[in-house]
RNA sequence: GGGCAGGUACCCAAGCGGCCAAAGGGGACUGACUGUAAAUCAGUUGUCAGACGACUUCGGGGGUUCGAAUCCCUCCCUGCCCA
């Protein structure tokens, strides 16, 4: 492959809010590339990831998957965690003020970072770093030498800033010191490449070039991938608003949470959470437009793609006749828990302690929503014993055994 | 340091002595319809209690009152203006 295509497959679901840079981008990259081939060398290549919570879902593979892109390609890959970053807490992707996390919850959610992340990267050619080994021996005086290159005025033009500021909420300080310190951590890798979504623009693009070139190096390249939408369709995937694909679920359930999202958002998944190339994505999406694909088979299409990614061909066919049998078909799915009953234990009772509900309230509820089934009939006491064993099952898709 | 405005359930936001478990919206959940999509319609959304009712909740603590989210004191936190 020439270095033309394999600009043209990084490039692929890039973003970067404006057609200039991401030419200039795209332009930059290229000569990197070339003359990278031309001195023998790799090009260092990484993107950070600040360990805010324990799983890594769908939304940060799309940066691991241009990280593996770059490592296909001959390129050395830094997959860094941002255990001293996120001390601070990045401001960029939110309205508001992320929480500060103790050193010990971020240690905690970065041990099990790296391995996860191997699902995707390629172990032998991956280094994990920690930023904290350089950040945290940086005194004051070096941070003013590196805070007087920006100004404060570069910071409240940011939107999520301006934002707050016009709407009266606090922008603390300290938040402004995330960009500065991503920037360094650019500078101290020697960063060919940087990898972001596009809340990472300002970090990247403007606080990581400016610093780079400030302290006399050349500055990185920024590939900005977009913003994958969580299984809402519309607000990015995270774990805190409960739209997330974990990596970390299973075959079956991963395939079920891709079915889950909505139609608008196919091609984003298609483009960002795919291996496809941007013939393939090209095709997907004609056949979608054109109707040649209904648009539920073009979402298993992309199921069975994206649980292959993580758990191979068989798993994923498994995982999608296992959907249509059980939703499709409306048949009960093969492997559920199993709950054993006690003597004199009413249906309320069962559905709490097996926990099929969170409350005892919640229970009444579902009894009186008709949502409450045994073996497909509709309970309607939650006073009574259950008329006999079999499955219990809440709403579409919580199931209990219930068993002796 | 001074003045002003605020802190209400998962989020936004009304309420400003009893009729407040707290309007409205969002979100979430359930049902109908479907392609476990979206949209739409209907319902639910503190805990316990088979319906009565009880209990906990309106930044923290203390007080006034028969009765407080609502009044008073105090502390903490935020924004704006002034210094």
Redesign the pocket.
Known sequence: MNIEEQVAIIMQGTEYGDEDVKKSMAKELLERMKEAEAEKRPLRVYCGYDPTSTDLHLGHTITMRKLRQFQEFGHDVVFLIGNYTSLVGDPSDKD?LRPMLTPEQVMENARTYSEQAFRILDREKTQVLYNAEWLSKIDFAELIHLASNFTVQQFINRDNFKKR?E??????LHETFYAIMQAYDAHHLQADVQIGGSDQLFNIITAGRKLMTALGGKPNIGVIVGILPG???VVRMSKS???HIPINSDA??M???V????????LDYARLATRWVPDEVAEFANELESGAL???D??MKLGLEIVEIFYGADEAQKAKTA??N?????NMPEKMDEYVVKPGQ?L?DIL?ESGLV?????????V??????LDGE?LS????ELPHLGVL??????FVRVVE
């Open positions: 508001k500021w709407n009266g909420d606090p922008v603390y299984t809402d369709g608003l409960g739209n079956k359930d395939f079920g949470k079915m889950s999202v909505p139609d608008m958002a196919m209904h648009p539920r073009a979402k959907f249509i059980v939703f499709q078909k409306g009413v309320l709490e969170k409350s005892r309230g919640e229970g009444r509820r579902m009186d929503q008709n949502a409450v089934k509709v006491d939650a006073m009574e099952q809440v709403g579409k898709r919580r």
